[in-house]
């Protein structure tokens, strides 16, 4: 099929943007590692379901040792740690600010394909880098459109930070999913054997953090946010992971960065009618320049 590649990252994109809606939702009753933590156990169980079927093994053991090495090594870089901070960015900017730090991905990927890769960046690259961190910049500095009697809320400096630490995460996941994801493997086979390493990284931190019974505790707590946490994981580490792989194997890794970049534009409507979060010309001028940067980076 044409542009398969293509349009799966920007399917991936529009599943991140629904997936940021639950986990936000399930971030205000769970914290982020709780968060983290029930959304790959979900994740997990609805993949091996899935392999189960479609290929008649929940874990493709026989995979290889490389290919394990790199998709578990994606799985503990990307999903565990970078998602953690990324939740926590949810919880503290919002999900569209959170998201529109995410973009900031393909700029790292072109950072590390150049340090072990030694893929150098043109002019227009450059500018690209430019471009996106300004359209960033805008929207984050820029203050939402406030009704009679509503205060400022104050922008989380660390919030922002854990933003930046997470598109970091993602982009190195990606980078060693290429790795991984070599030949015509299949995305869902791939996403488990990441998903298999998150979780044994995030249950086996949470045990010597003598963790886990207040996990188990809030999550009984709260079955609501149960809910909510499996939503996005449906739409988050299901399909959208999964169809990221498959965007990898058909597309440039920068092509497909870019696509998948794409979240902060499906976010604006999102934000304005569900989240009811009111802004501007600005932040949507923002939002639009910070893409264009990204498009203009692997445009060459």
């Known amino acids: 099929m044409t542009f398969i590649g293509e349009i799966a990252a920007l399917f991936t994109s529009f599943c ?19 968060t983290n933590i029930v959304r790959v156990t979900l994740a997990f169980l609805a993949l091996l379901l899935i392999n189960t079927i479609l290929y008649n093994q929940p874990i493709p053991f026989n995979a290889g040792a490389s290919r394990w090495g790199w998709l578990m090594l994606s799985g503990i870089i990307g999903l565990a740690i970078g998602d953690a901070f990324l939740f926590r960015s ?17 700029v ?4 590390i394909a150049w340090v ?8 227009l690259q450059f500018t690209g880098m430019i471009v996106t961190l300004a359209g960033i910049a805008w ?3 820029t203050r939402p459109t406030l009704q009679a009697g509503e205060q400022q809320a104050k922008l989380s400096a660390q919030g922002v930070l854990y933003g930046i630490i997470a598109a970091l995460g993602q982009s190195s996941g990606l980078v060693l999913s290429k790795q991984g994801m070599s030949g015509n493997f299949p995305p869902f086979a791939g996403t488990i054997i990441r998903m298999t390493a998150a979780i044994i990284f995030l249950w ?12 188990l505790a809030d999550v009984r707590a709260h079955p609501d946010a149960l809910g909510w946490a499996a939503f996005g994981a449906l739409f988050g580490p299901v399909i959208g992971v ?9 597309a440039e890794i920068g092509v497909a960065s870019t696509l ?4 902060p534009v499906f976010m604006l409507p999102i934000s304005y009618f569900i989240f009811k979060e009111r802004f501007g010309w600005q932040a949507i001028a923002g939002t639009l320049l910070a893409i264009a940067g990204v498009a203009l980076l692997f445009l060459s």
């Open 90 to 106: 949810y919880q503290l900017v919002g999900p569209r600010i959170g998201l529109l730090l995410l973009s900031l991905a393909p």
């Open 16 to 34: 991140w943007a629904l997936s940021a809606v639950g986990f936000t939702f399930a971030g205000q009753k769970f914290s982020s590692r709780v």
């Open 108 to 111: 790292f990927g072109a950072a």
């Open 242 to 250: 999964s169809a990221s792989l498959l965007a990898i194997q058909h």
């Open 139 to 141: 929207v984050v500095l």
């Open 204 to 215: 086996v931190t949470s045990l010597f953090q003598k963790q886990i019974t207040s996990t």
């Open 116 to 123: 072990f890769f030694n893929e150098r960046l043109t002019a």
């Open 260 to 263: 998948m970049a794409l979240p």
